[in-house]
Structure formats: C-alpha cells, structure tokens
C-alpha cells in the first residue's frame, strides 16, 4: 500500500482522548501505519517548522479506542492491528534485542544494521545499567522469542519511528515493540545518527509503558523524557534542536499543551540541577500521579519546590544563543534559539504599568529598555506556578498586574538601583519572578525565604504544634498557608503571632478537613501587610 503524503499533523493531548476528533485520530493512524510506501517525499526540513517526531501516542490511543470508531473505520483498523511483516531478523550481541527486517524492497533498511545494533545494546546499557530504568518487559514469545522486538520499515513522511502498545500486564502497563524508518531520508537528521537517537527514544517510551504506565492525558511528559534521553544516550547527535524553538517562541504557552519533543530542556535542566535521579524518581511518582504533580514531588523529594526550580529554567533558558555564558546555564546553550518575550516595551518613568493574562504552568518574558541611561534593560520573568491548573483546566489563566517603577512604593520590591517591581494577582502564591539587568542575573526570586519551620520533622508522637517564622513584621495576626508538594491546599487561616526569639505563628497540623496530615514534605507560606515568609517542612504521621 501507498504510504499517504499528508502534510503532517500535530496534535496536542489535553483532557482527554475522548475530546478528539476520532476521524483525524484514525487518518494519522492509518498514515503511520501504512507501510511499504512506493514513494518517500523528499523535501528539506527547517528548524521553523513543526514536525511530528514520533507516532507513539497517535498509535496507542487509537488502538485503545478501537471499539469508538465507526464499523467501516474498525474494518481498515483491524487490518493494520499487526506487527509488520519482515522475512529476516537477527539478534543485537547483547542477546537482548531482536531486529526485524526485509532484504529487499521498499522497507529494505539502507543504513548499516552492525551500527543500528550497536546502537540499540548502547541505549540498553545507559538506560538500564547505569541510569537504572527498569528493562521494558518480555512480550511472551510475539515475534519469535521473549527478547525484545525491533522492526524496520518505511515510515511516513519526516516520522523517526514509534512504540507500540500490545498486551497490557496491569495498572495501564504493557508489552510493546518499535519500529523505526528504514532510511531516514526525510528526517531532520539522516541516516543511521537519526536511527541512533530514535532507538534511544523509542527504548523509553517502552520502559516507561513497559514499568510505569501509559497515559494519555500526559502524552507531553512521555515525549519530553523520551526526546531529553536522546541526548544524554547520544550526546553528539543533536536532533532535538529542531524542536526546541516552538517552545522558545511561545514560552507564554501552558506547559502541559506542548507536544514534549520541544520541552527536553526541562529535563536537561533538572538533570543538571540534582541528577538523574530526580526523572526517575518522577516516573515512579507517575504511577500514581498526573505528570506534573510527580514532577513536583519529585523536586520536593531533591529538597526544593516546583515554584523555584520552574523560575529558575525561565532564568536558563534566557541565556541562549548570543546571550549564552561559557561554563553556567545550559552546556549547550549557544545553539538554542533566543526566548521571545511576552512584551518589549520602554520604561516611562516613574511607572510602567501592564495587565497580563498568564496561562498555567508557563513563563513569561517582560523586557523594558530605560532609553534616559546608557539605555539599560530590564527584563522580568514572571512564572505562573498553577499546576492543578496545568493538570485540570489548562486554559485557567491568571491576571496579574505589573508595575515597573523608578520611586516604589507600597508592595514595590526593590531589585537593583532604581527599579522596583509589583506584581497584584488574585493568586499571588502561584506566581514568581526573577530579574536581569544589562544581562546579568539579580538572582532574586520573589518571594522572601523564611529561616526554617520548628521542630522539624514534625512528629505527631513528639509535638503538639509546629512554628513558622514571620518575619520583621508589626503585625498581631498573620495569614497562614500550607500546601502539598502538588499546590494543593491543606490548610489556610489566621494565626496569633507570637513573639520569642522570633517572631512566629503556631499552627497544630491539621488540616482544613480536620484530619492529621500523612507522612511527607509540605510547603507554607505566612502572609502579613508588611512581609511574607515561606519554605517546607517534613511531617511523619507516626
């Protein structure tokens, strides 16, 4: 069969699957799985251009909903609900792989298949062995034997490859098998280096299925990990890059409607931060969990909270291309795309004042040039931390007031000589910034640090009420909040302050349900006119 020449669609998963168009599901199912195509359209594929990379989620959650579909669509279905023919396969030296494949043809493969095995036992050997991934499970004898199976064959149009869901063991965990393009003549990068990373790719996408679970509704982390693995397993071989700019370019954009091939910074980033440990630690997290908030514990689990880490990529992600530092940020940083700001506007002074709709889960780029100096610039990143947002209803935005001042004032900040910023929000505990002037980094991010919470751990066995610090205020009441590492509330309310070494509220851990709290890391804030503290502690329900 023909493969389709389609111009190539890109979907973003939200919500559910159930809120697709299942005609345009089953046309990119039927073009992906069409294969032996006669014809490959050749064409040059630019770094503007967004491009489907992998059919993993395309495939699978059509063949999950199969019974959807109308009955003439569930005939053609049911005719491409195979693995694809082959009339020779070989095992990789690791023994742990075997690679389908016809000798002649249109599916023939046309790069080197000793340099394809090597590369596929190399992906094996870093995820599993020294990253300490679990190995995708045995298909119980489909394709021949238990090992694991690797097809080849013409892939549609500018597509690297995808992961195929079969049998499902529990819990929305399955075998699989891959397969991938037989040339990669039409792929950003060609030949056998475009098979080397979509190996190392499609490899995760089978331990994550294989050991964590599928999700639809958070396509976007699978993509994302499978896309950063690429990196750390061939880190001379750059593919990503082509992807990164849809992001840069509308960083503004919720987090969770990006397809994930543009967002492999993310986990690059949290890489550098606290290794790998922390990305599988989020995928174990993910059983139980919507992707962002396992991302979120995960951090908090390292010691540090979403909020600040989310702020501090914005910070990264700003010194790229020409702006890039030798040796700090991103290794990489000189060959991603500049961000593109939100707004670039003058600083009329005393006061420059914008309303800003900020989506969940995104970063947004504030630019002023003071033309009554050298000029100077001024550049706030504002993120909106929103994660049950970013899980639940990710077109919840939140407004936020910005005011850029040279005098201050009331709720003004100072953050360098002669600028002072306000943010007002109806949720201001979603929102951080940080600042750069004259590009460097103020390192500042808003909101103030409290010293630490006492006694920590709390235990329910030893203590009856744990203190928060407030910070230099006047006040006799201040208003505390506490939250799990996924932003959801567990209590607020006004407390006494008292006054001892310090000043502090009390509060005796129960929750706004009235129960004790379970065993964890929380994070609080304490709000009063003048000062606002925050930080996390560790609760044990012993």
């Known amino acids: 069969?023909?493969?389709?020449?389609?111009?190539?669609?890109?979907?973003?998963?939200?919500?559910?699957?159930?809120?697709?168009?299942?005609?345009?599901?089953?046309?990119?199912?039927?073009?992906?799985?069409?294969?032996?195509?006669?014809?490959?359209?050749?064409?040059?594929?630019?770094?503007?251009?967004?491009?489907?990379?992998?059919?993993?989620?395309?495939?699978?959650?059509?063949?999950?909903?199969?019974?959807?579909?109308?009955?003439?669509?569930?005939?053609?279905?049911?005719?491409?609900?195979?693995?694809?023919?082959?009339?020779?396969?070989?095992?990789?030296?690791?023994?742990?792989?075997?690679?389908?494949?016809?000798?002649?043809?249109?599916?023939?493969?046309?790069?080197?298949?000793?340099?394809?095995?090597?590369?596929?036992?190399?992906?094996?050997?870093?995820?599993?062995?020294?990253?300490?991934?679990?190995?995708?499970?045995?298909?119980?004898?489909?394709?021949?034997?238990?090992?694991?199976?690797?097809?080849?064959?013409?892939?549609?149009?500018?597509?690297?490859?995808?992961?195929?869901?079969?049998?499902?063991?529990?819990?929305?965990?399955?075998?699989?098998?891959?397969?991938?393009?037989?040339?990669?003549?039409?792929?950003?990068?060609?030949?056998?280096?475009?098979?080397?990373?979509?190996?190392?790719?499609?490899?995760?996408?089978a331990i994550q299925i294989g050991n964590y679970i599928y999700r639809s509704n958070d396509s976007f982390y699978h993509e994302l990990s499978s896309t950063a693995m690429e990196e750390f397993v061939f880190d001379s071989i750059n593919d990503y890059y082509y992807y990164i700019r849809t992001f840069t370019d509308r960083p503004g954009d919720s987090f969770f409607k990006n397809n994930g091939y543009n967002l492999a910074l993310w986990n690059i980033f949290l890489k550098e931060r606290f290794g790998f440990g922390v990305l599988k630690r989020t995928w174990e997290l993910m059983r139980d969990k919507r992707a962002l908030f396992a991302i979120a514990e995960a951090i908090g689990e390292s010691k540090s909270m979403f909020k600040d880490e989310f702020t501090l990529f914005g910070q990264w992600l700003y010194f790229t291309g020409s702006r890039s530092i030798p040796n700090k940020y991103f290794k990489e940083a000189k060959n991603y795309p500049l961000i593109k700001p939100l707004m670039t506007s003058a600083f009329n002074k005393p006061q420059t004042k914008m309303d800003i709709t900020s989506s969940a889960v995104s970063l947004n780029y504030l630019v002023f040039t003071d033309y009554s100096t050298r000029p100077d610039t001024f550049v706030s990143i504002i993120s909106n931390n929103d994660l049950n947002s970013g899980v639940n209803d990710p077109t919840k935005p939140i407004q936020i007031t910005y005011t850029l001042s040279n005098q201050g004032g009331s709720g003004f900040r100072s953050v360098v000589s002669g600028y002072f910023t306000k943010l007002e929000s109806d949720n201001n505990m979603m929102i951080s910034e940080t600042n750069i002037f004259n590009n460097s980094p103020l390192d500042n991010i808003i909101s103030t640090e409290a010293d630490f919470a006492f006694p920590q751990p709390f235990r329910y066995s030893k203590y009856s009420y744990i203190n928060f610090p407030t910070g230099n205020t006047f006040a006799n009441f201040a208003d505390l909040y506490v939250y799990s590492v996924d932003m959801d509330l567990i209590f607020n309310g006004q407390l006494k302050i008292y006054t001892s070494d310090k000043k502090v509220v009390m509060w005796n851990v129960i929750g706004n349900n009235n129960k004790k709290l379970r065993t964890g890391i929380y994070l609080y804030i304490v709000k009063t006119d003048d000062a606002t503290t925050k930080g996390k502690f560790v609760v044990y329900n012993d």
């Not at 000798?103 to 394809?116: I, M, R």
């Not at 549609?156 to 393009?181: H, K, M, Q």
């Open 1 to 205: 069969m023909n493969k389709y020449l389609l111009s190539i669609i890109v979907f973003v998963f939200t919500c559910s699957v159930y809120s697709q168009n299942l005609d345009s599901l089953y046309n990119e199912f039927v073009r992906i799985r069409s294969f032996a195509g006669n014809v490959k359209e050749t064409h040059r594929i630019t770094t503007s251009t967004e491009q489907e990379k992998c059919g993993f989620g395309i495939i699978n959650d059509a063949k999950l909903n199969f019974n959807r579909f109308n009955p003439k669509q569930k005939e053609v279905l049911s005719s491409l609900l195979s693995r694809p023919q082959a009339d020779t396969s070989f095992v990789t030296p690791s023994g742990k792989f075997r690679i389908h494949y016809k000798k002649t043809g249109f599916d023939a493969p046309a790069y080197n298949l000793n340099d394809l095995a090597k590369a596929v036992d190399s992906s094996y050997n870093y995820e599993v062995n020294i990253l300490g991934y679990p190995p995708p499970p045995g298909d119980m004898g489909a394709g021949g034997d238990d090992r694991y199976d690797i097809y080849i064959a013409s892939l549609a149009s500018g597509l690297y490859g995808y992961t195929e869901l079969e049998n499902e063991l529990s819990n929305n965990r399955f075998t699989s098998f891959t397969v991938i393009d037989n040339d990669f003549s039409t792929q950003n990068t060609k030949g056998i280096d475009g098979a080397r990373v979509t190996v190392a790719h499609e490899l995760h996408h």
